[in-house]
């Protein structure tokens, strides 16, 4: 059964939905936060981004699943090795899955991605070190990564990892 909440934090309204104790979306919403939980799951998540979102928790502690295709799921993947606070380009995510598609794929399958922070594809920039494309809009993308660097020496931008 799909439980849903809508909670609220500084970058705006963020909806949950999780089915058997796992996280499957987390995306942005113009949606109204929810009043009244019932699910200790989304409760444990709410908690977790909230800390995050506070600069006090750097890796997720709860069950999820991305939901796409193969391809998207493998740059998922990759996507989601890369270290709080570097980011990682395209291209040199393209180049550690030997994709023939390239960056342009790993753009699209970036954009898709149903499990927004969590799957941390705001680490993600173009070879050139420019910030470009995020679903939850290009302005929380730069938040996220200064939320993340805020406290680490140096430029963390790595062309792998």
């Known amino acids: 059964m799909k439980e849903t909440m809508v909670m609220r934090s500084s970058l705006g ?22 009043l009244e939980i019932s ?8 908690r977790q981004l909230k800390s ?44 550690q899955l030997e994709s023939r598609n390239g960056a342009r794929a790993v753009g699209a399958a970036n954009g898709d991605n149903p499990l927004l922070i969590v799957v941390p594809c705001h680490r993600v920039i173009s070879k050139s070190g420019a910030l470009t494309g995020y679903a939850g809009g290009l ?13 680490l020496p140096g430029n963390q931008y790595c062309l792998g990892f």
Do not use: H
């Open 52 to 95: 995050y979102l506070a600069g006090d928790l750097r890796k997720f502690d709860f069950s999820f699943e991305s939901i796409g295709t193969g391809f998207q799921k493998k740059v998922w993947e990759k996507v989601g090795e890369i270290p709080y606070g570097r980011t990682c380009s395209y291209e040199a995510i393209a180049n």
């Open 139 to 151: 302005w929380r993308k730069v938040k996220l990564l200064q939320l993340e660097m805020r406290d």
């Open 13 to 34: 309204n963020i909806k949950l939905v999780a089915e058997d104790e796992k996280l499957i979306s987390l995306y942005f919403t113009e949606d109204n936060f929810s």
């Open 39 to 46: 699910s200790v799951f989304l409760l444990e998540v709410r």
